[in-house]
């Protein structure tokens, strides 16, 4: 069974930048697809971003595009999620979350998820 460590999160200024990071432990990262979600006071959690087993399998959500960068790097067991032009609606608690399988992240609903970081809080304000 996998499990995260998130880090990188806080309190930045609009237009501002943040890079998450999702060290994985207990089993190696390259075998889920891998996902970022978001989850604001009184929302539903929502998918940010996910990367795929295969390489160059990448999606983002529409506010995300053009800001976010997603990646993996297999040797460090680690996800990323690069977060440039914060806005405010950015806001929240985000959490990695790992696919096992060859399920594909875009399509799998959000509770179907197997393993689950404990999320980490990004505030965007001025």
């Known amino acids: 069974q996998v499990q995260f460590v998130e880090s990188g999160g806080g309190l930045v200024q609009p237009g501002g930048s943040l890079r998450l990071s999702c060290a994985a432990f207990?089993?190696?990262?390259?075998?889920?697809?891998i996902g970022w979600f978001r989850q604001a006071p009184g929302k539903e959690r929502e998918r940010v971003s996910c990367?795929?087993?295969?390489?160059?399998?990448?999606y983002y959500e529409d506010s995300a595009k053009g800001r976010f960068t997603i990646s993996r790097d297999n040797a460090k067991n680690t996800v990323f999620l690069q977060m440039n032009s914060l806005k405010p609606e950015d806001t929240g608690v985000y959490y990695c979350?790992?696919?096992?399988?060859?399920?594909?992240?875009?399509?799998?609903?959000?509770?179907?998820?197997?393993?689950w970081g404990r999320g980490i809080q990004v505030t965007v304000s001025s």
């Open positions: 207990g089993d190696t990262l390259d075998n889920y697809a």
């Open positions: 979350a790992a696919l096992s399988g060859f399920r594909r992240c875009v399509t799998t609903p959000v509770w179907d998820y197997d393993f």
């Open positions: 990367i795929g087993r295969v390489e160059g399998s990448l």
